[in-house]
């Protein structure tokens, strides 16, 4: 079901965090700034953590692997400026350490309906843990995928696996797909299938367009969903997951938070998009 985006209610709690460059295609050689994001409705604000709350940020190409974290938290705001020096897939993966929230327990509640964690929900009652509140320690993992120069069918840049506890993996290269196209992307927690986990795809055309439609699918069995293409623009992929902590000191519950990012546009439509090559 596809709909105009509503805001969540729960002040936030369950918003996203994202990558989002300045554009998804660039030339090669190029230099952007890589901005991140929190927030509702796929247009947010701009994040302002610091480098401590930088886990690890990895630029992955067809041939290469390049760990920029020390570069990254060098300072104590986050370097984010990256270079594209080849042609073809460009892979950023960026992760945040854990931070600590605890809500009471009807907002609690709420944000787990509201955030599609219906496991956590039905756990809660097992444990009659419903009347307490909830200690959770989250952590976001989120990856943008880039193209430099030609689109190129041969890299599968698009595809490789960054090791982050939650990802989304295209199965095709959406830069080489056409309008209609299904893309299928596979939703892997700590390397293995999730099934029946809620994945948003979230879609916002032109970049002066502040509407955003967002669709709700459920993985299979395989962990995998598809969808389609249906319009130039950029898009947001999102899935959340949360399991009880082993230790229950310092908190109850562990999320991590998923998102990738990546622009479609064929090539009738860069102009209308304002898109470079």
């Not at 692997?65 to 892979?91: K, R």
């Not at 095709?172 to 893309?183: F, R, V």
């Amino acid at each position: 079901m596809l709909l105009p985006l509503l805001a969540w209610s729960v002040a936030g709690l369950a918003g996203e965090f994202w990558l989002l460059p300045p554009r998804f295609f660039v030339l090669a050689g190029s230099q952007q700034n890589l901005h991140l994001f929190k927030g509702d409705n796929f247009v947010g604000e701009r994040w302002a953590g610091k480098s401590a709350r930088l886990a690890s940020l990895y630029h992955y190409t067809a041939t290469d692997s390049v760990d920029l974290t020390a570069a990254a938290t060098s300072a104590d705001t986050l370097q984010t400026a990256i270079t594209f020096p080849t042609p073809g897939m460009h892979l950023l993966a960026l992760t945040t350490t854990n931070s600590f929230v605890e809500l009471a327990d009807d907002k609690f509640t709420a944000y787990l309906q509201e955030a599609g964690l219906d496991n956590t929900i039905a756990l809660r009652r097992q444990r009659g843990e419903t009347t307490k509140p909830g200690r959770e320690l989250y952590r976001r993992c989120a990856k943008t995928l880039l193209v430099a120069g030609p689109i190129t069918t041969y890299d599968s840049t698009f595809a490789r696996a960054s090791g982050q506890a939650l990802e989304l993996i295209p199965e095709q290269n959406p830069y080489a797909l056409k309008t209609g196209a299904a893309l299928t992307v596979r939703v892997l927690y700590e390397g293995k299938p999730l099934r029946r986990a809620l994945v948003q795809v979230w879609q916002r055309g032109a970049p002066d367009q502040t509407i955003t439609r967002r669709t709700k699918l459920y993985t299979n069995q395989s962990g995998r969903v598809l969808f389609h293409l249906s319009a130039p623009g950029s898009y947001m992929l999102s899935a959340v997951h949360m399991v009880p902590t082993t230790d229950r000191k310092t908190a109850d519950w562990q999320s991590t938070w998923a998102t990738l990012t990546f622009g479609f546009a064929p090539r009738s439509a860069f102009n209308t998009l304002g898109i470079s090559t």
